[in-house]
């Protein structure tokens, strides 16, 4: 019974940060956002008309992009790097997307940001993974990504980073900054179709998430943790 309640305590410890969290948007939004337009023509909101098993947030808007975050619950934020890994996924549909009223393809990006660390006139430090193609012709799609070692300093295969001043050669990092800093000090959990690097002109979204889950599991605890737990429950 005692080593059960170390475990457990330790497990606790270990999950202090973003734990396995999701959202169907059947309770409210929980802290999701979708973005609104300055003209007032247009928005965000929950639809329950969406399918899908669920209500979903839609976003009817034109822009030069769309992003979909949550800065708020802490469920998707702070230090992910005491998750031993972590699968961050959604549903998407993209009911249509049209450009010069043609229908076209955007990627859809996830993006993990942290606003404190960051160069002279940069918003924010990011490390970010391209999910995949949404278009009308895919219906409801799930995108997900795992990240397997959340304490790796180098960027893993695929993901890029963004907040350095000097992007000349590309979006990336600031110097210093390494993938494990980022996800140390996550503010905000972004899903979004503008891609760092690259730039878009107005283009008519009707595109709705859901679904939206991060399924964490805790490193392994230090042998320290258990003398420390063992200390104070003796």
């Given amino acids: 019974a005692l080593m059960a309640l170390i475990l457990s305590l330790a ?10 969290s999701f959202v169907d ?46 800065s708020s619950n802490q469920s998707y934020l702070g230090d992910y790097s005491k998750l031993g890994s972590v699968t961050i996924g959604i549903d998407v549909l993209a009911s249509s997307i049209r450009f010069f009223n043609q229908e076209v393809s955007r990627q859809m990006v996830v993006e993990l940001r942290d606003y404190g660390n960051t160069p002279q006139g940069m918003p924010y430090t990011s ?21 397997g070692d959340t304490t790796s300093s180098a960027l893993p295969n695929g993901w890029g980073g963004y907040g350095s001043s000097d992007d000349a050669a590309g979006p990336h990092l600031p110097s210093g900054r390494s993938f494990a800093d980022v996800l140390s000090s996550v503010d905000e959990l972004v899903f979004t179709t503008y ?38 429950l003796g």
Avoid: C
């Fill in 11 to 20: 497990g606790g410890a270990a999950m202090a940060a973003p734990g396995s």
């Fill in 25 to 70: 948007f059947s309770h409210g939004s929980q802290g999701w956002e979708g973005m609104q337009p300055a003209d007032g023509i247009g928005g965000s909101g929950i639809d329950t008309g969406m399918g899908n098993g669920a209500p979903a947030l839609r976003t009817v808007i034109e822009n030069f992009g769309i992003s979909f975050s949550n």
């Fill in 127 to 147: 490390v970010w993974y391209d999910l995949g193609t949404i278009d009308y012709t895919k219906g409801w799609q799930h995108l997900s990504v795992t990240i």
């Fill in 195 to 232: 891609v760092p690097g690259y730039m878009y002109g107005f283009t008519d979204y009707n595109v709705a998430v859901d679904n939206i889950s991060v399924s964490a599991v805790s490193a392994v605890p230090e042998p320290s943790t258990y003398a420390m737990l063992l200390g104070g």
